[in-house]
């Protein structure tokens, strides 16, 4: 059976706790359509990313 080595302490044991936590996404209003997409993210209605035209924009079907 395996056996720690020696006591993990309550704040070591917080400390790798803490990136269990669930935090809701963050989001951003866009500058040009003033929808809100999530932070450095392309927007994938208009195919923008920093000002530049990386994606051909989605057409609404």
Known sequence: MAVPKSKISRMKR???RSTDAL??????EDKDSGELRRPHHIDLKTG????RQILEPKDAV
């Open 14 to 16: 917080g400390h790798r």
């Open 23 to 28: 935090k809701a996404p963050s989001y951003v």
């Open 48 to 51: 923008m990313y920093r000002g």
